[in-house]
């Protein structure tokens, strides 16, 4: 079974600077995807990044960006120039990449790191 | 409406009880999703609906019931709860198997409690 791990209970950054959020996870497949979600206080989850495991590539989207390293099983999120609006809770996920089965469809969470930015 | 709706969005309940959550998605999905969320624990996976067909039941209590009448809605049934059964209820959707449709979208959530 797939686990993930954030490290993290709870980070905290300065408007305008950096932070990297941590995530490892477990699994003995090839083919896989990695998301990153994103949950503020008014608890609608939506999805902030995602990465395939064949891509070595690392995904981006505007300030978010992940470093993906597939041996080591590491997917860090970097947030640069932190604005009041990334305050959240973030989550790390799994996803099996096969195509078949009920099982395929279901995202593995991280408990989550909270993350708080200062003004 | 646009996205994934769900209601109500805060519940309180007795263990005697019976109540029903809905969720409705606005995307056009054909896959459905109830979620857990309790403090401190990884989001669990509840149930998975595809094209209206259960695909999954992640060891959940009978307690909990689910209901897809169609690919556009979702319900959760529920009757004699337990107080540990208070959470953050999530519904989601998806498009469906392939992989290029693979983002779940959420719904706000129903914050239940049970006393």
């Known amino acids: 079974a797939q686990t993930v791990t954030q490290s993290q209970p709870e980070m905290s950054v300065q408007e305008a600077e950096t932070v990297t959020l941590s995530c490892t996870y477990d699994?003995?497949?090839?083919?896989?995807?990695l998301f990153w979600y994103k949950q503020p206080p008014s608890r609608q989850m939506i999805l902030v990044i995602r990465q395939e495991a064949y891509k070595q590539q690392n995904a981006t989207e505007n300030r978010f960006s992940v470093n993906f390293q597939k041996a080591a099983k590491s997917f860090s999120l970097k947030i640069s120039d932190s604005q009041l609006g990334d305050a959240a809770m973030y989550f790390c996920?799994?996803?099996?990449?096969?195509?078949?089965?009920?099982?395929?469809?279901?995202?593995?969470f991280g408990k989550g790191t909270l993350l708080t930015v200062n003004p | 409406e646009t996205g994934v709706t769900q209601t109500p969005r805060h519940l309180v309940m007795g263990m005697t009880n019976k109540k029903s959550l809905k969720c409705e998605q606005h995307l056009g999905h054909n896959a459905m999703y109830w979620y857990k969320q309790s403090a401190k624990k990884p989001l669990e996976l509840m149930f998975v609906y595809s094209l209206e067909e259960r695909v999954e039941n992640n060891s959940v209590p009978s307690r909990f019931s689910p209901e897809c009448p169609n690919s556009s809605h979702l319900f959760l049934h529920l009757h004699t709860l337990q107080p540990e059964d208070s959470a953050l209820y999530l519904c989601?959707?998806?498009?469906?198997?392939?992989?290029?449709?693979?983002?779940?979208?959420f719904g706000p959530g129903t914050r239940l409690t049970v006393l």
């Open positions: 989601a959707s998806s498009q469906g198997e392939a992989s290029w449709t693979i983002e779940q979208f």
């Open positions: 699994t003995s497949e090839s083919d896989y995807y």
């Open positions: 996920a799994y996803r099996s990449g096969g195509n078949s089965g009920g099982s395929n469809y279901k995202l593995t």
